[in-house]
């Protein structure tokens, strides 16, 4: 099966959300699952997971394609003109990736991207990570 699960995370949220207001916090959320979602395949899925989190499920997708699609992404949050919400406002995702393995269930599939992104954030933020 070629599935990858990817776990995203908008950085310094509660940055944004201290330094800009909730209000705006609130419409960062949206914009960022607009742009995932227009960024994403038909028959890809992407969801909100709570706070600041997204996940996504790359279907058909071997695992260098579902890293491309996490930097494709990336590179869209980061450079998407921000400014019409707030002034000097930057926003960036970190991604934590994994492919499908043997044995798989839903749960060893999100562990493992989670470890990823732990990587992600701890190697500077604003990048992907596959585990």
């Avoid at 908008?10 to 201290?18: L, M, R, S, T, V």
């Avoid at 890809?44 to 997204?54: K, L, N, Q, V, Y």
Wanted: glycine residues 10%; charged residues 25%.
């Amino acid at each position: 099966e070629n599935l990858s699960f990817a776990m995203a995370d908008i950085d310094y949220f509660k940055a944004i959300n201290d330094g800009y207001s909730h209000l705006i916090g609130d419409e960062v959320l949206r914009v960022v699952g607009c742009l995932i979602r227009h960024g994403m395949r038909s028959g890809d899925m992407a969801a909100r997971i709570g706070g600041e989190e997204f996940a996504l499920v790359f279907d058909r997708s071997h695992e260098k394609a579902a890293m491309d699609a996490c930097e494709r992404l990336r590179v869209t949050i980061q450079t998407y003109d921000w400014s019409g919400l707030a002034q000097g406002l930057q926003v960036t995702l970190s991604f934590g990736l994994s492919h499908v393995l043997p044995g798989d269930d839903l749960t060893s599939m999100m562990s493992r991207a989670d470890k990823a992104l732990y990587r992600a954030k701890h190697f500077g933020r604003n990048r992907v990570e596959k585990n």
